[in-house]
């Protein structure tokens, strides 16, 4: 069955950085853009990110724009998001996903697969 996997989650001081993967199965992954959203408590879901099935484009909310990166491996089913400079306002879950969608997919409604999400805690 098609599954996200997220991981690389955790606790880091403001200013660090952390990277976080998600690890696909069961569906042709090269074929997807993905992207990456967050929720922290009490909010509604935010988008991050999303690069192109191939990695050729990416797209960046303005919020994280300059200090995320999101890259991919296809031949190892893998997407990363860099995080830089990190505040504590980025304290969230964070999760990927995948769309069919070829355009800079930035709503949670456009994507067809989900993982179950990382914790990402930044302390001041």
């Known amino acids: 069955q098609v599954q996200l996997v997220e991981s690389g989650g955790g606790l880091v001081q403001a200013g660090g950085s952390l990277r976080l993967s998600c690890t696909a199965s069961g569906f042709t992954f090269s074929m997807y853009a993905m992207g990456w959203f967050r929720q922290a408590a009490g909010k509604e879901q935010e988008f991050l990110g999303v690069i192109s099935w191939n990695g050729g484009t990416t797209h960046y909310a303005d919020s994280v724009k300059g200090r995320f990166t999101i890259s991919r491996r296809n031949a190892e089913n893998t997407v990363y998001l860099q995080m830089n400079s990190l505040k504590p306002e980025d304290t969230a879950v964070y999760y990927c996903?995948?769309?069919?969608?070829?355009?800079?997919?930035?709503?949670?409604?456009?994507?067809?697969?989900w993982g179950q999400g990382t914790q990402v805690t930044v302390s001041s």
């Open positions: 996903a995948a769309t069919k969608l070829s355009g800079a997919a930035i709503r949670p409604y456009e994507y067809d697969f």
